[in-house]
Nanobody, 118 residues
Framework: QEQLVESGGGLVQPGGSLRLSCTVS????MGWFRQAPGKERDFVAA??????IYADSVKGRFAISRDNTKNTVYLQMNSLKPEDTAVYYC?????????????????WGQGTQVTVSS
């Protein structure tokens, strides 16, 4: 059983930045998703090897990366907007498929709250 632990959420003003971290012991394709109140959990970004994919809503503002020496995946979020407010989850795809489909992710973290507000 894989355990994922997110950190780095918080309150930030519009236009600000945050970096989320997710520790995972295995070497998998990793994704970030987010869920706003009353909405579906949506894809944000994913990484496998040197390849990344992003949701259109965050392209050019968010960047996913990983440091395998620290067993950590990051989500750097810049130019944050109020509509980015959500609980952010990291997830592991043990089949190592680079995909935006949440059904293909096997393990999930507990989530970290990101609130963008003035």
């Amino acid at each position: 059983q894989e355990q994922l632990v997110e950190s780095g959420g918080g309150l930030v003003q519009p236009g600000g930045s945050l970096r989320l971290s997710c520790t995972v012991s295995g070497r998998y394709a990793m994704g970030w998703f987010r869920q706003a109140p009353g909405k579906e959990r949506d894809f944000v970004a994913a990484i496998w090897g040197g390849t990344t994919i992003y949701a259109d809503s965050v392209k050019g503002r968010f960047a996913i990366s990983r440091d395998n020496t620290k067993n950590t995946v990051y989500l750097q979020m810049n130019s944050l907007k109020p509509e980015d407010t959500a609980v952010y989850y990291c997830a592991a795809n043990t089949a190592n498929a680079l995909t935006a489909a949440k059904a293909y992710y096997d393990y999930w973290g507990q989530g970290t709250q990101v609130t963008v507000s003035s």
